[in-house]
């Protein structure tokens, strides 16, 4: 996280690993790993703030955890979405960020939310 923090000019990366928003959904303890936040956000009492976040992050390790295949590495009539457990798991907190995140903000059915994902970075070796 801390190789993050300070990479962008005019945001902050800040460890929301343990941290719920205590304004959302009380059933639904959605805690992203680290977000990023413009450098004016006070984070210091709540440091998961979805209103005010501009990309949450989930870091994963291993390739069974990937949610999606990348196409050079898929084979023929094989899907684009990993097929793996922990692979649907993230898919799953991946989509659960996003729709968090546009209720948050406050978007329309008009409106559009956009994540990006997968930045994957292994080590070569399965978990």
């Known amino acids: 996280i801390e190789l993050l923090d300070g ?64 196409e050079s590495r898929s084979k023929e009539g094989h899907p684009f979405e990993s097929q793996t457990n922990k692979g649907r798991h993230v898919r799953a907190q991946l989509t659960a960020l996003l729709a968090h995140n546009c209720v948050s903000l406050g978007k329309s059915e008009e409106e559009t939310c956009y994540a990006i ?8 070796k399965s978990d």
Do not use: C
């Open 117 to 124: 994902s997968n930045v994957s970075i292994s080590d070569g």
């Open 7 to 70: 990479l962008i000019p005019g945001f902050k990366v800040v460890n929301t690993g343990s941290s719920s928003d205590s304004n959302s959904d009380p059933h639904r303890k959605i805690k992203p790993d680290p977000t990023m936040y413009k450098e004016s956000v006070d984070t210091s009492n709540r440091k998961t703030k979805f209103d005010k976040a501009e990309m949450n992050i989930e870091f994963k390790r291993g390739k069974s955890s990937e949610p999606f295949v990348d």
